[in-house]
């Protein structure tokens, strides 16, 4: 006989028989449903139900309980990762993009699984000076979280959880606006949904961007380390997740390249300059990324060098060490020199600050990173916005800009060059003076 589906609710099914025979007592019945759309999301899928009625409705038979299966994840789609430096050991932002395959709820959010090596690495501030009434402050380490900023596709704000040194979710917060799959992929469209999702691949990348223009999530997390060696097989996971963290959609991808590091304060210094002596020659690096207990050291001589009876020694001694590919000093980073002096002490004067500095650490600045010298317990200070300050003193150049900010009382001053560890570094900028009595 025939069978003829109708739906009678959101998720019941009524199958209706027509022109068939009985079927009798304990035969087997089987029967497909095309066109049912999975829930949009992972996870058990929960129970089905059945039942068997007469014509008007009177049960015949019934199970309420039959076993469900676990949902996959969707695909996402156009999906990738790319730090803003692929050098070993560098930190620096991350780019994220993709295009969802189910919606991502405006209370959802994205989870990010980094490659083996790479890991989310939490800043610390170096503090040294002084408190009011001229209590010293030791030197401290205190942890800055990581953001997260939205590039485009997500309205509202973003908030960052760490899950682990390499998993990070960062959650929408304040957001209006489901994520919705590009239209030609919403379920209202059926046969283009079923193309493109999952595993639709374009033919060329500009017809990707056109296809995907308009409904790419873009965002921007800060910041990554890169594992510390050079290499590819550098897989991201990225999940997009329901408010209770059940997975939506995901993506695995071989995203790039990590190129090798860079070497600091590496020299070879023969302890003989004379031709064709036979002497110690004396090696000494900083290895930006470490030495494994197992890996090598290839030195390369000029033309014309014997090194047919070459033996090595240790003779080093180590008074620095090194971060993310930046020189730090090995006891704690101090301001070796900290002068300050003021040229008026007249209440709301217009007063030049000079200030000269010197660290026990070279402040070295790779093109992907910076630094900065931060003077605080400025909020008495009667200037009454925060601003850009001109920057005075015969090392101003050292620094690309000093702003002055009212709602934290500080003057920062970003640094633009490397500055080697003891140099007294010296320049002024202006403030107006507290009132009276401030």
């Known amino acids: 006989g025939l069978l003829v589906a109708s739906p009678v609710s959101p998720r019941e099914v009524l199958i ?4 068939g025979a009985v079927v009798g007592s304990g035969e087997l019945v089987s029967f497909t449903l095309s066109s049912v759309r999975n829930r949009v999301s992972s996870g058990d899928s929960g129970t089905y139900q059945v039942r068997t009625r007469l014509a008007d409705n009177t049960l015949i038979d019934v199970d309420l309980d ?6 996959l994840p969707g695909e996402l789609q156009h999906a990738s990762a790319l730090p803003a430096s692929l050098t070993a050991g560098a930190r620096s932002p991350l780019r994220v993009s993709l295009v969802v395959a189910n919606p991502l709820p405006a209370d959802g959010g994205i989870n990010i699984l980094l490659p083996e090596g790479f890991q989310i690495p939490l800043f610390t501030v170096l503090l040294d000076g002084y408190r009011s009434g001229g209590t010293p402050i030791q030197y401290a380490s205190t942890p800055l979280a990581p953001s997260a900023a939205a590039l485009s596709g997500l309205d509202g704000a973003l908030s960052v959880e760490i899950i682990s040194p390499r998993e990070v979710t960062i959650r929408r917060v304040g957001a209006n606006k489901t994520v919705l799959p590009c239209a030609s992929s919403r379920p209202e469209v059926e046969l283009n949904r079923d193309v493109i999702s999952p595993g639709f691949v374009l033919e060329d ?14 965002l921007l997390f800060d910041t990554v380390e890169n594992k510390h060696v050079s290499g590819g097989s550098n897989v991201y996971r990225l999940r997009t997740l329901m408010a209770d963290g059940t997975i939506i959609d995901e993506a695995t991808l071989d995203a790039h390249e ?7 304060r590496t020299d070879v210094e023969p302890a003989s300059l004379e031709s064709a002596a036979v002497a110690a020659t004396l090696v000494t690096m900083l290895a930006t990324n470490g030495i494994p207990s197992d890996g090598r050291i290839r030195v390369t001589f000029p033309s014309g060098f014997d090194i047919g009876h070459v033996n090595v020694g240790a003779a080093a001694s180590d008074t620095f060490r090194a971060e993310g590919g930046v ?18 002490a007249v209440p709301l004067d217009l007063a030049r600050i000079t200030l000269s500095f010197a660290l026990n650490m070279d402040l070295l600045l790779p093109a992907e990173l910076g630094a900065m010298i931060l003077i605080a317990n400025l909020e008495a200070s009667n200037s009454t916005s925060s601003s850009s300050l001109a920057l005075g003193g015969p090392d101003a150049a050292l620094f690309s800009s000093a702003e002055f900010s009212k709602a934290t009382g500080t003057v920062s001053l970003h640094a633009a ?7 007294v570094v010296g320049v002024w900028f202006e403030l107006l003076n507290p009132p009276e009595g401030a």
């Open 66 to 71: 039959i076993s469900g299966h676990p949902l």
């Open 205 to 218: 990348s500009a017809g990707a961007e056109g296809f995907y223009a308009g409904c790419t999530v873009e």
């Open 258 to 264: 990590v190129t090798h590091g860079a070497l600091l």
């Open 327 to 344: 020189l730090l000093a090995a006891s704690n980073p101090i301001f070796t020199v900290a002068n300050c002096a003021s040229t008026s």
């Open 16 to 19: 209706e028989r027509l022109r």
């Open 417 to 423: 060059a490397s500055i080697a560890a003891g140099t």
